[in-house]
């Protein structure tokens, strides 16, 4: 069955956007240049999060809040060897998590030696505002977040199906 939203979203993502997957492997790219800027979306289709919600959560609402399930993903937008790197959920709206800016000389260090900033929703709501409003520019909004969502129950279903046949001919 065809997911017509999944193609429309698609459609509207490749045109600024380049995908780079692979059969037999969970994690998704799409890169693009922006002015100076290299621009890379990445996220592996089983990183899959309830965004917070833990089992006490949700055994204190009256009923389950919709879309809660998401992907998390990663956006680099790299600009003369420093980077900014935002770490974002995508559900039905794209909700930033953290946004750490990376120095060229720090490029050789591990992710979790560099500090990670504030968490974002932390952040004054014109701050948390621009970055939007910045992003945007660069189309990484909710129609990429829906993209990041979709696709990664397409591959994700895609991936199970070719791990059975490959099994079934391997047994």
Not at 43 to 66: K, L, S
Request: negative net charge; aromatic residues 10%.
């Amino acid at each position: 069955e065809i997911d017509q939203e999944l193609v429309d979203v698609q459609k509207q993502v490749l045109k600024t956007f380049k995908l780079k997957e692979e059969t037999g492997l969970g994690m998704v790219r799409l890169v693009k240049q922006h002015g100076d800027e290299t621009i890379e979306v990445q996220f592996d289709v089983q990183d899959v999060d309830d965004n917070g919600m833990d089992e006490m959560d949700q055994e204190d609402e009256d009923e389950e809040i919709p879309n809660s399930m998401g992907i998390n993903f990663q956006v680099t937008i790299k600009k003369g060897g420093d980077a900014i790197v935002v770490n974002a959920f995508a559900s039905d709206a794209m909700n930033i998590q953290n946004i750490r800016f990376c120095e060229a000389k720090h490029a050789s260090l591990k992710e979790e030696e560099l500090y990670e900033g504030p968490s974002f929703e932390e952040l004054e709501e014109s701050l948390q505002a621009a970055f939007y409003e910045y992003l945007t520019e660069r189309n990484i909004d909710d129609d990429l977040s829906f993209f990041v969502l979709a696709y990664s129950r397409d591959k994700e279903q895609r991936e199970y199906t070719n791990w059975l046949n490959k099994l079934q001919n391997f047994t």
